[in-house]
């Protein structure tokens, strides 16, 4: 799929960013976390951020990727989540063709860096695989052709760096990986007439979550021969790797913060946890409808333990 990316690179120093909430801690202290954690990554790593969709089930006027959350559009701080990872080369950001100017103009206002915006498609599928193409075209000196292509919905925040590094990590590994969490409901099937069919076991399935990671070869071999029933109704990369490369994806528990902002009282729900997350590095955490908070002080490295998400 040919695909002109819009680029725009900042550079890695740490330049004076405007005062605005942080993720994680910048420079020297982040450096050597990383040595402490053992967070090294001797592969090229880049993240497509799928942000191409209307956000039609929130019901709001403004796509919920560029909604302001605490004065910031949303996508910013997931954005920034990834910048933030010094092990990650490129961040591709796919948006729909009218809101390549709002990206550009977001990215300029929070200086965000290693930044490289492309236009989406009709479908989620469609803007990934433009991201994914994207990435294989890149004209920057330093640009390397990635090993490990993390994708991640640009509406889910709330990612943290070890689990990334999980992800990546068995990514390489395995050929794919992604993030799953237990179901909270039970999953039923219903007859056309609108009644029950039959139930699943619940403890048979669970949630599949963002992010995921794949080798590069694997996903745009699963994008080259995917069907375009895939590319119209699919919502499961995994399922690609395994249909089409014959890839099974290591699946791994994630934190109960990976959610997906998609109807409205999730998005105000994420704005209340953003002001804890982002604005304090320490922070009380109440207790937020929907959600048990079970310590009542957390650095923000910790938050992701221990929120409880009861959906
Ligand atoms: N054509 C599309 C559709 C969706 N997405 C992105 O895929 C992610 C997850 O999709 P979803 O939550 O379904 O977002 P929307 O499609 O915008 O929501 P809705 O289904 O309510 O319209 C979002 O970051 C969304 O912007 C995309 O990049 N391109
Ligand atoms: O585009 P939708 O929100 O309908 O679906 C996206 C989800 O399927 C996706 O975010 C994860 O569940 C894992 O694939």
Redesign the pocket.
């Known amino acids: 799929m040919e695909v002109s990316p819009v680029y725009m690179q900042g550079d890695d120093s740490e330049q004076d960013r405007p005062a605005y909430p942080r993720l994680f801690p910048t420079g020297e202290a982040r450096k050597s976390d990383h040595l402490k954690a053992g967070l090294c990554v001797d592969f090229p790593v880049s993240v497509v951020l799928p942000a191409g969709g209307t956000g039609e089930r929130t019901g709001l006027q403004t796509p919920k990727q560029f909604c302001p959350c605490l004065g910031r559009p949303l996508i910013s701080y997931t954005v920034e989540s990834f910048e933030r990872v010094s092990w990650i080369q490129t961040i591709v950001v796919v948006v729909a063709k009218e809101n390549i100017g709002l990206m550009m103009d977001i990215i300029q206002r929070f200086q965000h860096k290693k930044v490289l915006v492309v236009p989406g498609g009709s479908t ?1 599928h469609r803007s990934i695989c433009n991201g994914v193409a994207a990435l294989g075209e890149q004209r920057r000196p330093a640009a390397h052709k990635p090993k490990v292509v993390i994708i991640h ?1 640009a509406v889910r925040p709330f990612v943290d760096e070890d689990f990334l590094h999980k992800i990546a990590m068995a990514a390489k590994e395995q050929g794919a990986a992604g993030a799953i969490r237990p179901l909270v409901s039970t999953v039923i099937a219903t007859t056309s007439e609108g009644y029950l069919d039959h139930s699943l076991e619940r403890a048979k399935y669970r949630a ?3 992010p995921q990671g794949f080798t590069y070869d694997v996903i745009c071999e699963a994008y080259k021969k995917c069907t375009e029933s895939d590319f119209e109704f699919g ?3 995994l399922h690609l790797a395994l249909q089409y490369c014959g890839t099974n994806a290591k699946l791994i528990d994630g934190p109960p913060t990976l959610w ?1 902002v ?1 109807v409205k009282t999730t998005f105000e729900t994420r704005t209340m946890l953003c002001k804890k997350v982002f604005i304090c590095g320490n922070m009380t955490v109440s207790s937020f409808p929907g959600t048990d908070s079970v310590t009542p002080v957390l650095s923000g490295a910790n938050f992701q333990q221990t929120v409880m998400r009861k959906l």
């Open positions: 989620r919905d599949s979550e963002m919502t499961e990369c997906k998609s």
